[in-house]
């Protein structure tokens, strides 16, 4: 099984939906939570950091289930620059600084 | 500032040669990272090097991949007698001092091997 698996995608859908994003990891002992962003030949940049209480960062919200190991990321009133691959990002137990990346969703944005 | 910088930006070489790939970090960040992504693929850990502590290697898919940071600044990862499967995009990170796990990796552009 994968460390951190998320949903390949792609997810194609029209300006102005509102789209959501799935990732489970394996190991309990995970401390940090991430979401980066990668565009197309380029490489990877935080999108936000995923917070036990849940965040939200303008259109954004990132949620944090350690029960269930399972993190979301949603994004609402999507924009075409919105189009990108999301990586779903975990950093085993404190000081340890291992980012482990999940393989990514990709998501396409139509007018 | 300026951010990571890695160069080559490609690196096209045969079969059986050595490579050298080099990531400068951001001045002042202590930890520094090297990976790998493949096509389509997420990206692959390889090597942390954080202060003068002993790097964490476990990612290092054979030994025929090293990597060493001098001074704690400047990375070069070496791949010797290249085969066409390390073909990928290597990519260095950096992340600055000590401060919690909520500190971000700010990455390079990468280096662009293919391997003929």
């Known amino acids: 099984r994968k460390e951190v698996e998320q949903d390949p995608g792609p997810f194609n859908v029209p300006e102005g939906a509102t789209v959501a994003f799935n990732c489970t990891y394996s190991n309990s002992a995970s401390q940090s939570f991430f979401w980066y962003r990668q565009d197309c030949r380029k490489e990877p940049k935080l999108l936000m950091s995923v917070y036990s209480s849940g965040n939200e960062d303008g259109r954004f919200t990132a949620q944090l289930n350690r029960a269930s190991q399972y993190i979301s990321l949603l994004i609402r009133d999507s924009k075409l620059s919105d189009s990108a691959t999301y990586l779903c990002v975990v950093n085993l137990s404190g000081g340890y600084n291992k980012l482990i990346f999940g393989a990514g969703t990709r998501l396409a944005v139509h007018p | 500032g300026a951010g990571v910088s890695q160069s080559p930006s490609n690196k096209v070489t045969e079969k059986g040669k050595d490579v050298e790939l080099r990531c400068d970090p951001i001045?002042?960040?202590?930890?520094l990272y090297w990976y790998r992504q493949s096509l389509g693929q997420g990206l692959e850990f390889l090597i942390y090097?954080?202060?003068?502590?002993?790097?964490?290697k476990s990612g290092l898919p054979s030994d025929r991949f090293s990597a060493e940071r001098t001074g704690g600044s400047v990375s070069t990862l070496t791949i010797q007698r290249t085969q066409q499967e390390d073909s990928a995009v290597y990519l260095c990170?950096?992340?600055?001092?000590?401060?919690?796990?909520?500190?971000?990796?700010?990455f390079g552009p990468g280096t662009r091997l293919t391997v003929l």
């Open positions: 990170a950096s992340k600055g001092p000590a401060g919690g796990d909520y500190n971000e990796q700010f």
């Open positions: 001045s002042g960040h202590t930890a």
């Open positions: 090097f954080q202060g003068n502590s002993a790097p964490d």
